[in-house]
T-cell receptor, first 112, second 115 residues
Framework: SQQGEEDPQALSIQEGENATMNCSYKTSINNLQWYRQNSGRGLVHLILIRSNEREKHSGRLRVTLDTSKKSSSLLITASRAADTASYFC????????????FGGGTRLMVKP | DGGITQSPKYLFRKEGQNVTLSCEQNLNHDAMYWYRQDPGQGLRLIYY???????QKGDIAEGYSVSREKKESFPLTVTSAQKNPTAFYLC??????????????FGPGTRLTVL
């Protein structure tokens, strides 16, 4: 079952703009992770935020977590054409034996 | 060069055939996973293994089987009982599935098509 749901399902922006993707989930979690997938490839781990953290940065990525609203957002600043990919959130529910549950993903297209 | 390898990259199956997808890792990770991804969709867990000689069913295990005889290897067999096997299959591993930093490392995937 999919715990995380990304919004929007698809996003198209111009190079240089910021891209924001959201993830909502249903049950309490240990952590939430964001992954990137280029077309036809495997997923690459981007960032992990623990349930007791509210914000985390990694390069041009900024992730926030609001456990009261059961939601997270991924912000990519100053986007590049190479950021074109699908982005997935994955939750680690605290009652699921540490099995990650992936959402349906946001397909981001960055136009040069 | 550490990582996860999957083979083959593309696989074609005739109806009624069993096929086996290979997944090997040299990261010394204890846990390994198999996911199925349909076009435009997220990942669904088929099977996972947290230790050698032990594995558990995921959300969509019907029609699939696995083995974990070695730490490095976690092959997936798609049996003829799987009615709609055409999909992209991803293998992953993690070093600390029970801990707070359980990020997964993925292989490049195998695209299976039923003819």
């Amino acid at each position: 079952s999919q715990q995380g749901e990304e919004d929007p399902q698809a996003l198209s922006i111009q190079e240089g703009e910021n891209a924001t993707m959201n993830c909502s989930y249903k049950t309490s979690i240990n952590n939430l992770q964001w992954y990137r997938q280029n077309s036809g490839r495997g997923l690459v781990h981007l960032i992990l935020i623990r349930s007791n953290e509210r914000e985390k940065h990694s390069g041009r990525l900024r992730v926030t977590l609001d456990t009261s609203k059961k939601s997270s957002s991924l912000l990519i600043t100053a986007s590049r054409a190479a950021d074109t990919a699908s982005y997935f959130c994955a939750t680690d529910p605290d009652n699921a034996g540490n099995m990650l549950t992936f959402g349906g993903g946001t397909r981001l297209m960055v136009k040069p | 060069d550490g990582g996860i390898t999957q083979s083959p990259k593309y696989l074609f199956r005739k109806e009624g055939q069993n096929v086996t997808l290979s997944c090997e890792q040299n990261l010394n990770h204890d846990a390994m996973y198999w996911y199925r991804q349909d076009p435009g969709q997220g990942l669904r867990l088929i099977y996972y293994s947290q230790i050698v000689n032990d594995f558990q069913k995921g959300d969509i295990a019907e029609g699939y089987s696995v083995s974990r005889e070695k730490k490095e290897s976690f092959p997936l067999t798609v049996t003829s009982a799987q009615k709609n096997p055409t999909a992209f299959y991803l293998c992953a591993s993690s070093i600390d599935p029970g801990g707070p930093y359980n990020e997964q490392f993925f292989g490049p995937g195998t695209r299976l098509t039923v003819l």
